[in-house]
């Protein structure tokens, strides 16, 4: 069984819960494939919203993963 890195969840989830305001308990709730597709919506969202050929925010599923330690 191979667990998904626990960076990319706490990353998904500040996501998720900064936009739709989520408790840590609801977005924890959430499928791993289900938060995956919450977080590509904002993302389009913000895309959609900020239109620019100079992306001014990053969608949430083109970064690259970063250590905090």
Known sequence: MRLYPEEELYRE?????YYFHWSEE?????EHVTRRRW???ISR?????????EKKEKSILD??????F
């Open 39 to 41: 977080c590509g919506e």
């Open 26 to 30: 609801d977005v924890l709730g959430l």
């Open 45 to 53: 969202i913000n895309e959609s919203l900020n239109p620019s050929k």
């Open 13 to 17: 989830m500040s996501f998720i819960s």
């Open 63 to 68: 970064m690259q993963p970063t250590r905090l």
